[in-house]
Nanobody, 120 residues
Framework: QVQLVESGGGLVQTGGSLRLSCAASDAGGTFSRYRMGWFRQAPGKDRDFVGSISRSGGSTSYASSVKGRFTISRDNAKNTVYLQMDSLKFEDTAVYYC???????????WGQGTQVTVSS
């Protein structure tokens, strides 16, 4: 497994932007073997999928609720994946988590989460 640490959360006004980072440690130089995902959990709700990025970074997928507003990217040389969030809405308020998945497996490593609060 790999250890993940998210950062970059905070308070932002509606329509603003934030960039979250997720740094992987103990990857043993194998960060590029992991498919990476972002999830979020709002108070009183289940954890929802936000988006994911392939091991090479060449392919991404997004939940319909964030498509066109959020962008996932990764830098395998820095063992880091990013979530650029633009045009933020109040309903984007949640704790955001990154996760890593070995090839062919479910997400097995999770970060501790970072709070994003969007004020109206």
């Amino acid at each position: 497994q790999v250890q993940l640490v998210e950062s970059g959360g905070g308070l932002v006004q509606t329509g603003g932007s934030l960039r979250l980072s997720c740094a992987a440690s103990d990857a043993g130089g194998t960060f590029s073997r992991y498919r990476m995902g972002w999830f979020r959990q709002a108070p009183g709700k289940d954890r929802d999928f936000v988006g994911s990025i392939s091991r090479s970074g060449g392919s991404t997928s997004y939940a319909s609720s964030v498509k066109g507003r959020f962008t996932i990217s990764r830098d395998n040389a820095k063992n880091t994946v990013y979530l650029q969030m633009d045009s933020l809405k109040f309903e984007d308020t949640a704790v955001y988590y990154c996760a890593a998945a070995e090839p062919g497996q479910a997400y097995g490593s999770w970060g501790q989460g970072t709070q994003v609060t969007v004020s109206s």
